[in-house]
């Protein structure tokens, strides 16, 4: 039954993400409502369930949020450590083609080489790296793809729990992750595609996501996770899907777009949210 029941999220991943790609031409909507999205599922899906399994406290602070904020950091340092890669990787190809093309000036191409890796800067690799769009490194955006996969998985493992405790319980958190899965369809497509991964790629993270409930609410006949470890996680996915929200996501949205209407999106993404949580509860 959880399995059956199961397949309702698939599928409205799958219309989260075709929505996210057949709107194209209102790119800055698509990412102001992602971010809002985003920032719903972090505060009020995911922030207090991580709050209510892992209860423990660290030096008078609950585990949870420490997870949440090292969640936050970590998707930062990685960010950060993949684009000083990348700009070193860039600048070197464009010194060794300006050497090739031009003997004379090799030497000021491997200084200029050496400065753009040390500061970390990211013009010329955008052009010679293989950065992604606008220069983010795409290992990103699978990277977050992949944790969304996940915790998607997560969900189907709470459908198969909640049917372990009766019936009704099991449709009433099935309902809930039916209804926000069209957001995790649309978050993870837009993610990986913001980032300047292929289509193909977005599109498998996407085909991923959709069974990975599927998949989690199979597996709970056979395993069970601790409260306290899947507690833990929800804290730490937050924080990193928190840091993509707030310093990707929504500053791509007004770069080129400070519209009004971006606001709203953004605004109507949290409520969707809000109403998904608040008839689930």
């Known amino acids: 039954m959880a399995v059956f029941v199961a397949l309702g999220a698939f599928l409205m991943t799958l219309a989260g993400g075709w929505t996210a790609q057949r709107v194209t031409d209102r790119r800055h909507l698509v990412l102001g409502l992602a971010g809002g999205l985003m920032l719903g599922v972090v505060g009020l899906d995911l922030l207090p369930e991580a709050l209510e ?10 585990a949870a949020l420490l997870l949440f904020v090292a969640g936050f950091l970590v998707a930062h340092l990685v960010e950060r450590l993949l684009a000083v890669r990348q700009a070193a990787h860039g600048a070197e190809e464009h010194a060794c083609t300006a050497a090739a093309e031009h003997p004379g000036r090799a030497l000021h191409a491997e200084r200029a080489a050496d400065g753009t890796a040390q500061d970390g800067t990211a013009h ?19 990277t977050a793809a992949a944790a969304m996969v996940f915790h998607s998985a997560m969900d189907g493992v709470a459908i198969g729990a909640a049917f372990q405790v009766g019936g009704g319980m099991g449709l009433a958190v099935a309902l809930a992750v039916i209804a926000h899965d069209f957001a995790d369809g649309f ?6 595609s913001l980032y300047g991964n292929a289509r193909r790629k977005a599109l498998a993270m996407l085909f991923a996501d959709a069974a990975a409930p599927v998949v989690g609410a199979a597996c709970t006949t056979f395993v069970t996770i601790p409260e306290r470890l899947l507690g833990g996680y929800l804290g730490f996915f937050g924080g990193a899907l928190l840091y993509l929200a707030a310093a990707e996501i929504l500053p791509e949205a ?28």
């Not at 010329?124 to 699978?142: K, N, Q, S």
Request: include cysteine; hydrophobic fraction near 45%; aromatic fraction near 6%.
């Open 53 to 62: 399994a892992a209860g423990a406290e660290v030096f008078g602070v609950p």
């Open 254 to 281: 007004h770069h080129e777009h400070p519209a009004r209407s971006t606001v709203l999106c953004t605004i109507a993404g949290a409520a969707f949210i809000w109403l998904v949580v608040g008839l689930a509860a």
């Open 187 to 192: 978050n993870t497509y837009t993610i990986t």
């Open 124 to 142: 010329h690799g955008a052009a010679h790296g293989g950065r992604g769009h606008d220069g983010r490194a795409p290992e990103v955006g699978l």
